[in-house]
């Protein structure tokens, strides 16, 4: 085939241009096939879901006077962090999203047949600046920074379940510090590893784990 294909250039090399000649040579030359992270540039467009851990929202159940009067075991139960993000790449290396995540606990104080349970809900949405190192064959190394407005539910509850005290919700403000890597396994899909560092309402670290889908 190529040897067809290079006669017939020599034959057009007598009436084509230079630039005619390029043009046969760009249409005839192999297709590069995908082998590693696709292009990351501006307009791309990643949806991502994570999990995070540990689940630190039971720390805000503040008990106050219950904690000293039941003595005995204290049982924990917890889902998430459960979060959604957006990035829309407004440069090579810069991105915009939009963050949305949730988390729940209980924390329960025993003694004999009483008990007092608290639970907790946090649903927070969050506008996030990503900024991306670099990127080689598959990886793509980036820090983020998400601000974000939280709505808290909660309640006390003894083992009648009645109100036992009022729940005083945390700051309705959120900052989240990330560190993270994007591993591409395929074309469109990567796996995601970060480190979280939240500064409100409260202090806390956490890992988070999950995957990012290139849609655009």
């Known amino acids: 085939m190529y040897k ?3 006669l017939s250039l020599f034959l057009l090399k007598a009436t084509a241009s230079n630039a005619q000649v390029r043009e046969i040579l760009e249409a005839v030359k192999p297709k590069k096939q995908f082998t590693g992270i696709p292009a990351l540039q501006k307009k791309s467009q990643l949806l991502s879901f994570t999990i995070g851990t540990p ?3 039971s720390n805000f159940l503040n008990f106050g006077g219950f ?3 039941f003595l005995t075991t204290t049982a924990k139960k917890s889902a998430g962090p459960f979060m ?7 440069k090579d290396n810069v991105g915009l999203g939009i963050s949305l995540l949730h988390a729940s606990a209980t924390k329960t104080y025993k003694s004999g047949s009483t008990s007092v349970t608290g639970s907790i809900k946090q649903y927070q949405i ?3 600046t990503y900024y991306h190192l670099y990127t080689t064959d598959k990886l793509d190394p980036y820090i983020k920074g998400t601000v974000g407005l939280n709505i808290w539910d909660g309640s006390y509850k003894d083992n009648n379940g009645n109100d036992a005290d009022n729940f005083v919700a945390p700051s309705p403000f959120g900052f989240r510090s990330i560190i993270g890597l994007r591993y ?4 469109k899909i990567a796996v995601i590893g970060e480190a979280n560092l939240t500064l409100l309402p409260k202090v806390t670290v956490a890992a988070n784990i999950g995957v990012a889908i290139k849609l655009k």
């Open 4 to 6: 067809k294909i290079l």
């Open 55 to 57: 689940n630190n929202v």
């Open 67 to 69: 904690a000293s009067l």
């Open 126 to 128: 969050g506008f996030s």
């Open 84 to 90: 959604i993000d957006y990035e829309y790449f407004i």
């Open 184 to 187: 591409f396994a395929a074309k």
